[in-house]
T-cell receptor
Framework: GQQLNQSPQSMFIQEGEDVSMNCTSS?????WLWYKQDPGEGPVLLIALYKAGELTSNGRLTAQFGITRKDSFLNISASIPSDVGIYFC???????????FGEGTQLTVNP | DVKVTQSSRYLVKRTGEKVFLECVQDMDHENMFWYRQDPGLGLRLIYFSYDVKMKEKGDIPEGYSVSREKKERFSLILESASTNQTSMYLC??????????FGPGTRLTVT
């Protein structure tokens, strides 16, 4: 099936540092979503992007929908220990359809 | 707030047992989804439903069936559980052209 390439696979950073991760696809998506998953829990929606070029913030998180509609990035500024978890990107081809997920970025924040 | 609940957080079953995993959402969403999540394999779609009594196969439907008798409830059924079905099972729902919201997950162990 369709693949999303998410990078990096893992990151080890110090508290206070900024973080950037991205997803790329060989196909065009109409929607990009970013989720965070804590250990043993379900993914929680962080940011939803619906238009090419859209830049959206949610607190210390900022995400952008790439102009080509084939990529998206997520930035976290001034990381804190509770940012630890797995971050997933997901793309949606058409509204209301199934999602294609990236493999996740495991973020570790050292105090 | 959207709320997706799953009947059990942890479940242990024996090989050959019939297993029911229940998912309920309280936001009148039309779409509901069942995924399984395994280390290194990411989130994989098992089945989804766009309406009551309607179901569509995802990427890995073998060994599973589903039931959607009411709009708010989507059940995943393992007809005869096997050890390779040990996994984290995640339910999600969405409305029309909107993002998916996930439940907390059910960690199923088949012995």
């Amino acid at each position: 099936g369709q693949q999303l390439n998410q990078s990096p696979q893992s990151m080890f950073i110090q508290e206070g540092e900024d973080v950037s991760m991205n997803c790329t696809s060989s196909s065009i998506f109409n929607t990009w979503l970013w989720y965070k998953q804590d250990p043993g829990e379900g993914p929680v929606l962080l940011i939803a992007l619906y238009k090419a070029g859209e830049l959206t913030s949610n607190g210390r998180l900022t995400a952008q929908f790439g102009i080509t509609r084939k990529d998206s990035f997520l930035n976290i500024s001034a990381s804190i220990p509770s940012d630890v978890g797995i971050y997933f990107c997901a793309g949606q081809f058409t509204s209301g359809s199934r999602l294609t997920f990236g493999e996740g970025t495991q973020l570790t924040v050292n105090p | 707030d959207v709320k997706v609940t799953q009947s059990s957080r942890y479940l242990v079953k024996r090989t050959g047992e019939k297993v029911f995993l229940e998912c309920v959402q309280d936001m009148d969403h039309e779409n509901m989804f069942w995924y399984r999540q395994d280390p290194g394999l990411g989130l994989r779609l098992i089945y989804f439903s766009y309406d009551v009594k309607m179901k569509e196969k995802g990427d890995i439907p073998e060994g599973y069936s589903v039931s959607r008798e009411k709009k708010e409830r989507f059940s995943l059924i393992l007809e005869s559980a096997s050890t390779n079905q040990t996994s984290m099972y995640l339910c999600a729902s969405s409305s029309g052209r909107r993002e998916q919201y996930f439940g907390p997950g059910t960690r199923l162990t088949v012995t």
